[in-house]
């Protein structure tokens, strides 16, 4: 999952990666991950390295990544 700064933000990235054919769905950002923004990306993780190429393109200055696993919830913010 995508997490952003704002709304706008998100809604910005959503429509990029939308435009370019990637499969992904905007949802409630659940309270345990972040209360700073209402909405999240969630996205098949094997396209998180080209999101990050995408992110140098976008006007915005951070996202952070969500990821779950066995061990519980990792986040990673990237610049």
């Known amino acids: 999952m995508l997490t952003f700064e704002s709304v706008?933000?998100?809604?910005?990235?959503?429509?990029?990666?939308?435009?370019?054919?990637?499969?992904?769905?905007?949802?409630?950002?659940?309270?345990?991950i972040s209360n700073s923004c209402g909405l999240t990306i969630r996205m098949d993780?094997?396209?998180?390295?080209?999101?990050?190429?995408?992110?140098k393109t976008l006007p915005i200055a951070y996202m952070w990544v969500?990821?779950?696993?066995s061990n519980g919830?990792?986040?990673e913010k990237i610049d």
């Open 8 to 32: 706008n933000h998100t809604m910005m990235t959503e429509s990029k990666l939308k435009s370019d054919g990637f499969e992904i769905k905007t949802i409630p950002t659940p309270r345990e």
């Open 45 to 55: 993780m094997d396209d998180l390295e080209k999101v990050r190429e995408y992110k």
């Open 66 to 69: 969500y990821t779950s696993d």
């Open 73 to 75: 919830n990792k986040a």
